[in-house]
């Protein structure tokens, strides 16, 4: 199962109490079906519980009767397709009549009296959800995208989108293989939405998604700087080294002060110990930042030479 059927078994699980709402969602359903006409109305979707949500609210609410069919789509993946059909001109000619569309409407636009009350912007946006929209696993990305055949439908639906007062959704819309797919991104916004429209539980996995793959970037990004503080060590170490290499081979080692010949021979030998080490391993032992104070000197030392 994918998280996005998983959302659309979750959101047709709560049919809306009010008529208004029912209404809004079957509306959502049919409108944005493949194809939604006088002639043809058919709905085709690879979610069984959102095909028989379809079948059920078009019979309570309109009183048309539709069939369904299913298909195996791909048979290793164990997908079934749906399709829900209005059957014949007489029917489809009631459905756009019981939702207010002109038969010979040439643009297919969201007529908004449809949504009567303010809950059933939700139920409407819910509809058209579960009929042509998608949500990303959000082990990949936080994306919810609604794949409309008609431009000036998903415009509508982009401002439909928009318009939601109580959140701040920033819709795209982009045109893909002849569709037009309106989308929202972001893991905020994509769990704001699928709350809107009824999924809490998917909203609620998606965030807990989201925060173990943060606690898990922040292990990570500590981890690379632990990194880089070793290979910085690692750096120090080297510089001293050539350092100590190059008093070695001019002036010799007897040429530095007393307290620098040591570790200068104790470094040399030791190329991977710590300044703790280093500092803790002299016959008088030092601390850290004594260790490396007197190193330091050393690199100056060999500079100057
Ligand atoms: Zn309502």
Same mark, same amino acid.
Do not use: W
């Given at each position: !199962?994918?998280?996005?059927?998983?959302?659309?078994?979750?959101? =047709?699980?709560?049919?809306?109490?009010?008529?208004?709402?029912?209404?809004?969602? =079957?509306?959502?359903?049919?409108?944005?079906?493949?194809?939604?006409?006088?002639?043809?109305?058919?709905?085709?979707?690879?979610?069984?519980?959102?095909?028989?949500?379809?079948?059920?609210?078009?019979?309570?609410?309109?009183?048309?009767?539709?069939?369904?069919?299913?298909? !195996?789509?791909? +048979?290793? *993946?164990?997908?079934?397709?749906? $399709?829900?059909?209005?059957?014949?001109? *007489?029917? =489809?000619?009631?459905?756009?009549?019981?939702?207010?569309?002109?038969?010979?409407?040439?643009?297919?636009?969201?007529?908004?009296?449809?949504?009567? *009350?303010? =809950?059933?912007?939700?139920?409407?946006?819910?509809?058209?959800?579960?009929?042509?929209?998608?949500?990303?696993?959000?082990?990949?990305?936080? +994306?919810?995208?609604?794949?409309?055949?008609?431009?000036?439908?998903? +415009?509508?639906?982009?401002?439909?989108?928009?318009?939601? %007062?109580?959140?701040?959704?920033?819709?795209?819309?982009?045109?893909?293989?002849?569709?037009?797919?309106?989308?929202?991104?972001?893991?905020?916004?994509?769990?704001?939405?699928?709350?809107?429209?009824?999924?809490?539980?998917?909203? !609620?996995?998606?965030?807990? $998604?989201?925060?173990?793959?943060?606690?898990?970037?922040?292990?990570?990004?500590?981890?690379?700087?632990? $990194?880089?503080?070793?290979?910085?060590?690692?750096? @120090?170490?080297?510089?001293?080294?050539?350092?100590?290499?190059?008093?070695?081979?001019?002036?010799?080692?007897?040429?530095?002060?007393?307290?620098?010949?040591?570790? @200068?021979?104790?470094? %040399?030998?030791?190329?991977?110990?710590?300044?703790?080490?280093?500092?803790?391993?002299?016959?008088?032992?030092?601390?850290?930042?004594?260790?490396?104070?007197?190193?330091?000197?050393?690199?100056?030392?060999?500079?100057?030479?």
């Amino acid at each position: !199962m994918s998280f996005s059927s998983d959302t659309k078994i979750e959101l =047709c699980k709560e049919i809306p109490q009010g008529s208004c709402c029912r209404k809004a969602e =079957c509306y959502g359903l049919l409108l944005f079906a493949r194809a939604f006409s006088a002639h043809v109305i058919t709905l085709t979707t690879e979610s069984g519980a959102a095909a028989h949500l379809a079948a059920q609210l078009t019979a309570e609410t309109i009183g048309v009767i539709v069939d369904i069919s299913a298909s !195996m789509l791909r +048979r290793k *993946e164990r997908k079934n397709s749906f $399709t829900v059909t209005v059957n014949g001109s *007489e029917q =489809c000619s009631a459905v756009l009549a019981f939702f207010g569309h002109n038969q010979k409407e040439i643009n297919l636009r969201i007529n908004h009296s449809n949504m009567e *009350e303010d =809950c059933c912007a939700s139920a409407f946006l819910r509809g058209a959800f579960l009929s042509c929209g998608t949500v990303t696993d959000p082990n990949k990305d936080y +994306r919810l995208e609604f794949t409309v055949p008609f431009m000036n439908l998903a +415009r509508d639906l982009s401002a439909f989108i928009s318009g939601i %007062y109580e959140l701040d959704l920033q819709p795209g819309l982009l045109n893909r293989k002849g569709s037009f797919v309106v989308y929202v991104k972001g893991g905020e916004r994509v769990a704001d939405l699928l709350t809107y429209m009824g999924a809490g539980n998917a909203a !609620m996995a998606l965030m807990q $998604t989201k925060m173990l793959k943060e606690v898990r970037n922040n292990v990570n990004r500590k981890t690379n700087f632990e $990194t880089a503080n070793i290979d910085k060590t690692a750096s @120090a170490a080297a510089a001293q080294i050539i350092a100590i290499e190059k008093i070695i081979k001019t002036t010799g080692l007897d040429a530095l002060p007393e307290e620098l010949r040591e570790i @200068a021979d104790l470094r %040399y030998r030791n190329p991977e110990m710590s300044l703790r080490e280093l500092g803790g391993a002299l016959s008088e032992p030092l601390s850290r930042s004594g260790a490396n104070h007197r190193l330091q000197r050393i690199v100056d030392i060999a500079r100057s030479l």
